[in-house]
């Protein structure tokens, strides 16, 4: 069968390429031995008839929920057969090729059974993790309460201890109170994590998490006094399955309460242990560390599709003389795209950085546990911000066939644009990483050395605003050393300033501490959103430390570079208020995106192909690996249902009467 016009053009695009691709899906695998365990594990699941993902857009809310619950079920009979080991390299490919992400399962492998480890007791945790990993039980995490959300202390659920028969009595009072969006709770889940407020004696000992039995264990039907149900559709991850709870005088019993950093005696006294704060980071801090590599796996997935059709669609004239040409050689189309290929890599590259330092963490290190945490929370609110808005880039770049759901782009939308929600929305991620970076800065205040990320702020705060120009000359602009320190002070400056902000409010005698935070907010956010930048910018750099081939490494350069230019470009109030740039610096930083573009234009397709993502992953007819774009939007609407007959239900109903012309 002779190939498509699309299929050619490219294939020739490929040819343009100036490195092996391959070479650079080697680097961000991890190696060959990492590449090849990511094929045989997707190879698994993308051959399964059960766990492919087939024909989805033409399924209703019902029915995507029972295609999840078969998918779920036979995802984990998999995963018991393989025998992955819990949290290993291979366990993570597998549930990612299986998108556990959109099953009624997907708070398991995190959220529940990671609270689990983190919180419970020694006696907890062996009884209750096996039976999780294993997943003799389905639980969900439940926290977030209709009226309630990040502000965990505000929670309204009760938990209160009756010491005649040491029992905790779970009560969820009022309508606010009642536990809403947790996954997998709503038709799904037979157990529950719930965070609720302890009361001992009628005194608030704050919020607490408690594990809890939700349905009878045959028939699946809610226990006396919980009631469950689905919260309905929304905008994506319907299959999730998040739901609500009310609890009405539940009782559970006293070892029910996760103790590993306090307990409640026999007879309500509260004892807490050690380090009792961390439960405060540990179950947030593991999905944030995972969240920056996930939401620029999510945003490259976007940008391979939006580059590969781009180089196929051919649409009017540059050269007057000559045929149409691919809308990727305008450069107005490279300036959307490329900075996203560019912050693809950028993200993939921290989250890997991140993530191993998670892993590597001593939980005995509060200072430690501090830092992670605040460089999380900015990281969480960066990406997905900018992911969500870059992707929503992708789609309109596409033109009209990008708002079919057969470009995959949306249900890519769908998915990405819950993160920006869950886990700590932005302002409320910035303004607590604020309060680490408030800390920072009194250390420094007091002649203190600091370490870790945040040692910048030592020196940069030395200098003031204007004193030092940290760009003496054009040529800095194109170097990344140099970059790096623009990147740096201009965080520590703004770090430097918000502390100056919040004193300011601090000394006025009818301002609150928490008045005073208020009204330094904006300050604030802005310190902790360049600190974020800053980390963003300086971890990808170090990707020009890797032993790779010289046609690699100056592509690799082309694309730290532009994205550090273009987060300038989007950003520049940052660095000009803080008298790191000059105003015309401006004009000199749109010349040299442009030089970067023209050095990635021959390798756009070839990087994204680095990016190793296989057309069942991709979902789409525009970014296929073939090209063969229109074929397979042809194929994809044959199987619209509307098009099994030609005339649809209700024309000859509804339409046919009020046609009375005789042609």
Same mark, same amino acid.
């Given at each position: 069968?002779?190939?498509?016009?699309?299929?050619?053009?490219?294939?020739?695009?490929?040819?343009?390429?100036?490195?092996?691709?391959?070479?650079?899906?080697?680097?961000?695998?991890?190696?060959?031995?990492?590449?090849?365990?990511?094929?045989?594990?997707?190879?698994?699941?993308?051959?399964?008839?059960?766990?492919?993902?087939?024909?989805?857009? +033409?399924?209703?809310?019902?029915?995507?929920?029972? @295609?999840?619950?078969?998918?779920?079920?036979?995802?984990?009979?998999?995963?018991?057969?393989?025998?992955?080991?819990?949290?290993?390299?291979?366990?993570?490919?597998?549930?990612?090729?299986?998108?556990?992400?959109?099953?009624?399962?997907?708070?398991?492998?995190?959220?529940?059974?990671?609270?689990?480890?983190?919180? $419970?007791?020694?006696?907890?945790?062996?009884?209750?993790?096996?039976?999780?990993?294993?997943?003799?039980?389905?639980?969900?995490?439940?926290?977030?309460?209709? $009226?309630?959300?990040?502000?965990?202390?505000?929670?309204?659920?009760?938990?209160? +201890?009756?010491?005649?028969?040491?029992?905790?009595?779970?009560?969820?009072?009022?309508?606010?109170?009642?536990?809403?969006?947790?996954?997998?709770? $709503?038709?799904?889940?037979?157990?529950? *994590?719930?965070?609720?407020?302890?009361?001992? %004696?009628?005194?608030?000992?704050?919020?607490?998490?408690?594990?809890?039995?939700?349905?009878?264990?045959?028939?699946?039907?809610?226990?006396?006094?919980?009631?469950?149900?689905?919260?309905?559709?929304?905008?994506?991850?319907?299959?999730?399955?998040?739901?609500?709870?009310?609890?009405?005088?539940?009782?559970?019993?006293?070892?029910?309460?996760?103790?590993?950093?306090?307990?409640?005696?026999?007879?309500?006294?509260?004892?807490?242990?050690?380090?009792?704060?961390?439960?405060?980071?540990?179950?947030?801090?593991?999905?944030?560390?995972?969240?920056?590599?996930?939401?620029?796996?999510?945003?490259?997935?976007?940008?391979?599709?939006?580059?590969?059709?781009?180089?196929?669609?051919?649409?009017?004239?540059?050269?007057?003389?000559?045929?149409?040409?691919?809308?990727?050689? +305008?450069?107005?189309?490279?300036?959307?795209?490329?900075?996203?290929?560019?912050?693809?890599?950028? +993200?993939?590259?921290?989250?890997?950085?991140?993530?191993?330092?998670?892993?590597?963490?001593?939980?005995?290190?509060?200072?430690?546990?501090?830092?992670?945490?605040?460089?999380?929370?900015?990281?969480?609110?960066?990406?997905?911000?900018?992911?969500?808005?870059?992707?929503?880039?992708?789609?309109?770049?596409?033109?009209?066939?990008?708002?079919?759901?057969?470009?995959?782009?949306?249900?890519?939308?769908?998915?990405?644009?819950?993160?920006?929600?869950?886990?700590?929305?932005?302002?409320?991620?910035?303004?607590?990483? %604020?309060?680490?970076?408030?800390?920072?800065?009194?250390?420094?205040?007091?002649?203190?050395?600091?370490?870790?990320?945040?040692?910048?702020?030592?020196?940069?705060?030395?200098?003031?605003?204007?004193? @030092?120009?940290?760009?003496?000359? @054009?040529?800095?602009?194109?170097?990344?050393?140099? *970059?790096?320190?623009?990147?740096?002070?201009?965080?520590?400056?703004?770090?430097?300033?918000?502390?100056?902000?919040?004193?300011?409010?601090?000394?006025?005698? @009818?301002?609150?501490?928490?008045?005073?935070?208020?009204?330094?907010?904006?300050?604030?956010?802005?310190?902790?959103?360049?600190?974020?930048?800053?980390?963003?910018?300086?971890?990808?750099?170090?990707?020009?430390?890797?032993?790779?081939?010289?046609?690699?490494?100056?592509? *690799?350069?082309?694309?730290?570079?532009?994205?550090?230019?273009?987060?300038?470009?989007?950003?520049?109030?940052?660095?000009?208020?803080?008298?790191?740039?000059?105003?015309?610096?401006?004009?000199?930083?749109?010349?040299?995106?442009?030089?970067?573009?023209?050095?990635?234009?021959?390798?756009?397709?070839?990087?994204?192909?680095?990016?190793?993502?296989?057309?069942?992953? *991709?979902?789409? %007819?525009?970014?296929?690996?073939?090209?063969?774009?229109?074929?397979?939007?042809?194929?994809?609407?044959?199987?619209?249902?509307?098009?099994?007959?030609?005339?649809?239900?209700?024309?000859?109903?509804?339409?046919?009467?009020?046609?009375?012309?005789?042609?």
């Amino acid at each position: 069968m002779a190939s498509s016009r699309q299929s050619r053009l490219l294939a020739a695009e490929r040819r343009k390429g100036t490195f092996d691709s391959h070479e650079l899906t080697l680097l961000l695998h991890g190696g060959e031995k990492s590449y090849e365990m990511a094929k045989k594990i997707d190879d698994i699941v993308y051959k399964d008839p059960v766990l492919r993902r087939d024909n989805m857009h +033409y399924i209703s809310h019902g029915a995507e929920y029972k @295609d999840a619950v078969q998918k779920a079920a036979h995802a984990i009979e998999t995963y018991r057969k393989m025998g992955l080991e819990w949290q290993s390299p291979e366990f993570h490919r597998f549930w990612t090729a299986v998108e556990s992400e959109s099953l009624p399962i997907s708070l398991q492998m995190n959220m529940f059974s990671h609270a689990l480890q983190a919180l $419970g007791s020694d006696e907890q945790r062996a009884k209750w993790v096996p039976l999780a990993r294993n997943f003799d039980i389905i639980g969900c995490y439940a926290q977030t309460e209709l $009226g309630h959300g990040s502000f965990v202390r505000g929670l309204e659920t009760r938990a209160e +201890y009756d010491r005649t028969t040491q029992e905790f009595i779970l009560n969820t009072p009022t309508l606010t109170s009642m536990k809403w969006w947790p996954g997998n709770l $709503g038709k799904t889940a037979c157990h529950a *994590l719930v965070m609720a407020r302890l009361f001992l %004696a009628g005194r608030d000992c704050g919020p607490h998490l408690f594990i809890m039995r939700l349905r009878d264990a045959k028939t699946h039907q809610p226990l006396p006094g919980i009631t469950l149900g689905s919260i309905g559709p929304r905008l994506g991850l319907n299959p999730v399955d998040n739901g609500f709870m009310q609890l009405d005088k539940v009782r559970i019993p006293r070892k029910h309460m996760l103790m590993r950093y306090s307990e409640v005696t026999p007879e309500g006294r509260l004892v807490l242990h050690t380090n009792a704060k961390k439960p405060n980071y540990a179950t947030m801090l593991f999905i944030r560390a995972h969240m920056i590599g996930g939401q620029g796996k999510k945003l490259s997935r976007a940008v391979t599709i939006a580059v590969r059709y781009s180089a196929v669609r051919e649409q009017g004239h540059i050269d007057p003389n000559g045929g149409e040409v691919a809308v990727l050689d +305008y450069v107005s189309q490279q300036n959307l795209l490329l900075p996203l290929l560019a912050t693809s890599l950028a +993200y993939l590259e921290t989250g890997k950085w991140l993530a191993k330092i998670y892993a590597t963490h001593s939980p005995e290190n509060t200072a430690q546990l501090q830092e992670l945490h605040a460089s999380s929370a900015c990281l969480k609110a960066i990406t997905a911000f900018v992911a969500v808005r870059g992707i929503e880039t992708c789609r309109r770049a596409c033109g009209g066939h990008g708002y079919s759901r057969f470009s995959g782009i949306p249900r890519i939308y769908e998915y990405t644009s819950a993160a920006e929600i869950y886990e700590g929305d932005a302002l409320v991620l910035f303004l607590q990483a %604020a309060r680490y970076l408030m800390k920072a800065m009194r250390v420094v205040q007091k002649g203190q050395t600091l370490t870790g990320d945040i040692k910048y702020l030592s020196h940069w705060t030395s200098v003031s605003p204007g004193t @030092d120009p940290i760009v003496t000359k @054009d040529a800095d602009l194109g170097d990344l050393f140099k *970059l790096a320190d623009v990147f740096e002070c201009a965080a520590a400056r703004l770090i430097a300033l918000a502390a100056q902000k919040l004193a300011h409010f601090s000394k006025q005698a @009818d301002l609150s501490p928490t008045q005073a935070w208020n009204r330094a907010a904006p300050w604030l956010i802005r310190a902790a959103e360049a600190h974020g930048e800053a980390l963003l910018f300086v971890h990808f750099a170090s990707a020009q430390d890797y032993e790779v081939s010289r046609p690699l490494r100056k592509v *690799l350069k082309a694309c730290i570079l532009l994205y550090a230019l273009t987060r300038i470009e989007e950003n520049t109030l940052f660095f000009i208020e803080t008298g790191v740039l000059l105003p015309r610096h401006v004009h000199v930083i749109h010349e040299l995106v442009a030089e970067q573009l023209k050095i990635l234009r021959p390798d756009a397709v070839t990087l994204v192909d680095a990016f190793d993502h296989a057309d069942e992953s *991709l979902h789409s %007819a525009l970014g296929a690996y073939d090209g063969d774009v229109y074929t397979r939007m042809y194929e994809a609407a044959k199987q619209e249902p509307l098009n099994k007959t030609q005339v649809a239900d209700g024309i000859h109903k509804y339409l046919k009467p009020l046609m009375k012309a005789k042609m």
